[in-house]
């Protein structure tokens, strides 16, 4: 079948939902690829014409068609959709069914995954539904969680609305452009090629001719691509500007904050370093001075009762050697050893037995170690003999002993005679 637009247009209206009809058409459509710019014309004029299912059959239609030419690398149908495909989505998408526009969703969510389309393009498709679906919700939940390419809020920010009709308008106008300066391009270059044969005049003023009006139309344009990203400057300028003053005085309030901050860690401090001065007076002992108190008062010493001695016990015992004065001197060549500063009492014996010594009357060198002759602690020394006479023992025999002990000492005794 040649491609006219009557052949287009019975194609699009024989469309089915199966997957054979859409591919059918599919591969036709991609072999007249030479009229890709007029086929997508015709697609949108019979998709705005046609109801909400026969919408989403075209949309299927213009999917199979654009996923083919990108896996082909044959950009004719891709640039051709570009212009068109927003407006296209968003007729079809509006007024459907939940169950529609929930597929036309997945749909332009596959479109992004796989980069069928430039970002601009893709960004101003999704932005288009949102848009509808806003308008419908009236500040309600969307069905099933809201569009799939809205935030996570669910709407744009209030403060940059001003900016997404300027977007898309910019995106639209960036897609023309690009098509229109395409086409031009590859005419001019055509007419201007060196190895083109040269047409017959006429011909040639006709080529002119139509050349200038794609050249006029490409300049066009790009004069509506320069004045929406214009207004998009000026809008974003704008809220650049309000940025900037809400950034000033953030700043000053900032520093009046941490002014304050400041002031009150100071207080903060002071009253912490009152508690621990009163607590460092409540716990340290008063010096010589006196201490200041919790209220700043002196605090008077308390007095201090004198230490005084404890009384000296007796260091001799009682019946124990007396201490003589320092001028007796009685008995010292008599070649004895005495104790020094002692004497016998008048109630012992010569030979008893005094604590420190051993045998009768010698001093314990284990005990007193070798006795001075001279003076120890201000006195003399009496040296004093003690002679073991027959009388002594006598004295211990008369007393109260036992027969044998008494035996014992007689026998002793004369045994020394």
Do not use: C
């Amino acid at each position: 079948m040649a491609y006219t637009d009557d052949s287009v247009k019975a194609k699009l209206s024989a469309l089915n939902e199966t997957q054979e009809g859409i591919v059918t058409v599919a591969q036709w459509v991609m072999f007249h690829r030479r009229h890709a710019e007029r086929t997508a014309q015709l697609w949108l004029q019979k998709l705005r014409d046609s109801p909400a299912p026969k919408r989403l059959n075209l949309i299927y239609l213009a999917n199979e068609v654009a996923q083919q030419s990108r896996a082909r690398r044959k950009e004719d149908f891709l640039i051709a959709f570009s212009p068109v495909i927003a407006e296209a989505v968003a007729s079809a998408y509006k007024g459907a069914s939940n169950d529609i526009q929930q597929k036309i969703r997945r749909v332009v969510e596959v479109w992004r995954q796989r980069n069928i389309f430039e970002p601009p393009i893709q960004d101003a498709v999704e932005a288009r539904v949102d848009d509808i679906d806003k308008s419908r919700s009236t500040g309600k939940k969307p069905l099933l969680g809201g569009s799939l390419f809205s935030s996570p809020s669910g709407s744009t920010p209030s403060e940059l609305q001003p900016l997404v009709p300027l977007q898309i308008a910019l995106s639209k106008a960036a897609v023309a452009s690009g098509t229109s300066d395409t086409t031009a391009t590859a005419e001019y270059e055509k007419m201007n090629d060196p190895n083109t044969p040269f047409p017959s005049p006429p011909v040639h003023a006709a080529r002119l001719s139509q050349l200038l009006k794609t050249l006029a139309n490409a300049e066009s344009s790009v004069s509506e691509v320069i004045k929406a990203r214009l207004a998009l400057i000026d809008g974003l300028e704008k809220i650049l500007d309000t940025n900037r003053t809400a950034l000033a005085k953030e700043e000053a309030l900032s520093l009046q904050l941490q002014d304050k901050k400041s002031e009150t860690e100071s207080k903060k401090r002071d009253v912490e370093d009152a508690i621990m001065r009163g607590l460092s007076a409540e716990n340290t002992p008063a010096d010589d001075q006196g201490t200041l108190g919790a209220s700043g008062e002196g605090v008077a010493r308390p007095e201090v009762e004198a230490l005084t001695p404890p009384p000296v016990e007796a260091i001799t015992p009682i019946g124990s050697p007396k201490q003589e004065p320092q001028n007796t001197a009685s008995n010292a060549g008599n070649g004895a050893a005495g104790f020094a500063g002692f004497s016998l009492g008048p109630d012992q014996p010569a030979d008893a037995s005094i604590p420190g010594l051993t045998g009768f009357g010698q001093p314990s060198p284990t005990a007193y170690g070798e006795m001075p002759q001279e003076s120890m602690n201000g006195f003399h020394t009496k040296k004093r003999k003690v002679a073991h006479e027959e009388e002594d023992y006598a004295q211990f025999a008369g007393g109260d002993l036992d027969a044998d002990v008494a035996e014992l000492l007689n026998q002793e005794s004369h045994a020394q005679s």
